[in-house]
């Protein structure tokens, strides 16, 4: 497994939780890369990405203001600090790496996806 994310659980409304993603390989300090997330019922939507060197962000509508993306690519690792949550924010939250260096809110620019990690808020 190269991408390894862990941090969920379960948390109420309102509640903070910072996810991880450990790259074991080490590959993708010159990528951009990702976390993307899986509702019950629903289908893989994008939650937020970032460039290669971190400058660059982006994020869904849906936890814009609420989540944060960053990177340490010194320690080989992506983090996504989740605020506010709210039950809508329910799913399993993978991470990935990206094929280029730039941001990408699509599932098909990414090449690496890590096993998700699953994150449960209650109202």
Request: hydrophobic share 30%; aromatic share 10%.
């Amino acid at each position: 497994v190269q991408l390894q994310a862990s941090g969920g659980g379960l948390v109420q409304a309102g509640d903070s939780l910072t996810l991880l993603c450990t790259d074991s390989r080490r590959t993708s300090s010159n990528n951009g890369m990702g976390w993307f997330r899986r509702a019950p019922g629903k289908d893989r939507e994008f939650v937020a990405s970032i460039s290669w060197n971190g400058g660059s962000t982006d994020y869904a509508h849906s936890v814009k203001g609420r989540f944060t993306i960053s990177r340490d690519n010194a320690k080989n690792t992506l983090y996504l600090r989740m605020n506010s949550l709210k039950p809508e924010d329910t799913a399993v939250y993978y991470c990935a790496t990206a094929l280029r260096s730039g941001t990408s809110s699509s599932t098909s620019s990414y090449r690496y996806w890590g096993q998700g990690t699953q994150v449960t808020v209650s109202s």
